[in-house]
């Protein structure tokens, strides 16, 4: 087969712009090593730490928390995961939490904590207890306070206790409530929490601890196809971001240029808005938010650092790399909402890289790149 006669790397749809027929798997390179980076200024680095991911991963929870701990990050966002401390009537289990906390004040990195309650960042991305879901939630509902009182009873006794316990750490600098609170929750369910349930959990953080900010987070639709969906599915109160303004302190971004949309053998379906023309409206939006009324702050909450491919889990192939995220994207994504931020005089609180857990598969598996495109930011970008 000649040169010419190879299916390409990545095939564009004219179309569809965003859409990309590409092989999965590509050979590794350093090309990361050579990416710029833009300085980071006054934005915090950090990245979420997922024990249910590690532990998917096949590592250690407290070894992986452990070993990120020991690069120079600034920020962690840590969740509370309510079917693991509240498990059944009556049981309070937050040991896990604890040490969470714990170890990421000796590092001294500031933190905030996602407290919930319904959902929390991390697959599958919901973690109500069954004891707490009577009635269970009807799928293609919005679940309001009124028709679930004992629920948003519940999500706010939680939370409020939660609060109670870790307010006095003075490392928390945020609470956020709920994961894309008002978003359907992936593909799994249709359901979606009213913006009123939010705003009863809102209230009841405040209460607990009026000093510190609220965060609301929210996914940023990096194509067309995927923002009209969304605009589609939330048209009624508006999507997680556009409620996160109305409602929150800090604005969180959940962005990931590229995902899967189909998987196959040798070439899979992919939407990939990288350059951020998809986005561009929306996102200037955000920063005019940031800078209409002292004291608000806009953060990237998830900058995707790990591949987004068709699967649960990111794959993890020998010597090569995903085309949704090679280590270099890692390090391109960073530095490319540094310098939105800097085109809008507007900096972001904090940048938030997605994926870390998966950082360490890759080098257990004798891939450090993902590892060492990280540190290139950390070391480079002051």
Known sequence: MSADERPRASVKAAWLPELRIARP?????????????????????????????????????????????????????????????????????????????????????????????????????????????????REGALITPAAYPALVEAATAFTTRLIERYRGHRAIVAWQVEHEAVDPLGMEHSWRLAAAFVECEIAAVRAADPTRPVMLNGFLPTSTVVRAQQWWRTRDQGDSLAVAQRLADMVGIDY????????????????????GAASAVARRRLFAWARGAPGRRLMVSEGQAEPWEAVTAPPNPSGAAMFTCPPEQVIATYSQWMDWARAENTPLYAYLFWGAEYWLLRQRSGDPSYLRAAARVLSESS
């Open 25 to 137: 798997r590509r050979p590794l390179t350093d090309s990361w090593r050579a990416v710029a980076i833009a300085p980071h200024g006054d934005t915090l680095l950090g990245f979420s730490f997922r024990p249910r991911q590690a532990e998917a991963m096949g590592l250690s929870p407290r070894e992986a928390l452990g070993a990120l701990l020991a690069n120079p990050f600034q920020l962690i966002r840590l969740g509370a995961y309510w079917n693991e401390i509240e498990p059944e009537p009556g049981a309070w289990r937050p040991g896990a939490l604890d040490w969470q906390i714990e170890a990421a004040e000796r590092a001294g990195l500031r933190i905030i904590l996602n407290v919930g309650a319904v959902k929390t960042f991390g697959y599958p991305e919901f973690f109500a207890p069954a004891h707490a879901l009577r009635p269970k939630l």
């Open 256 to 275: 990931y240029p590229r995902h899967a949309l189909l998987g196959g053998m040798n070439v899979s379906a992919y939407l990939d808005g990288s350059d």
